[in-house]
């Protein structure tokens, strides 16, 4: 064998062991999160203690500037999958911070349903995500839908969850 072989074979071993003891969740093992700084370490949660029972939808409409409404447009976040993302996958944490954020407003929807939720950060988070998607140049409001459909059966058609109000568009 080389020395690039041995190295090689050395360097994934390391990742196999960390990535087993990444996978520990108490004491002092939380040092093999804190330092990877490129996430190269997964995370598996096999028995999660609240797994998703929801999948969640953005989608969006803008009023133009004659007064009509656009189609609902469904926000797609990140790219495809690719077999590539075992290795590289940047896009996740674009997608876990939005399904995050669609989470806690559909949470806040289902127990607040007050004005007040307008001002909470997951709504002016989905807001200012939304107002800055391209758009035609006669949009002048915006307008967001949050929907849900059940991850087991998938036989009922998504629901409405919340409804945003009309929204100046951002950057106009």
């Known amino acids: 064998m080389t020395l690039a072989e041995i190295a090689a074979i050395c360097l994934l071993a390391a990742w196999l062991v960390l990535s087993v003891l990444g996978q520990i ?24 203690p609240n797994p998703a ?10 009023q133009l500037k004659d007064g009509s409404r656009t189609e609902w447009t469904e926000v797609k976040i ?13 896009g996740r944490r674009e997608r876990k911070a939005l399904f995050d954020v669609v989470t806690s407003l559909a949470r806040e929807a289902a127990t607040t349903g007050d004005i007040t939720i307008q001002v909470s950060v997951p709504y002016l988070s989905l807001l ?20 849900q459909s059940e991850v087991e059966t998938y036989k009922n058609p998504p629901t409405a969850v919340f409804m945003s109000n009309l929204h100046r568009v951002g950057g106009s």
Do not use: C
């Open 128 to 147: 200012n995500y939304v107002s800055r998607l391209p758009r035609t140049p006669a949009s002048e409001l915006t307008q967001f839908l949050l929907m």
């Open 25 to 48: 969740r108490f004491g002092a093992l939380y040092w093999v999160r804190a330092w990877d700084v490129f996430g190269i370490i997964p995370m598996w949660w096999f028995f999660a």
């Open 78 to 90: 990140g790219t495809n999958r690719k077999w590539t993302n075992l290795i590289w996958n940047p």
């Open 53 to 62: 029972r929801h999948d969640f939808y953005l989608l969006y409409r803008d």
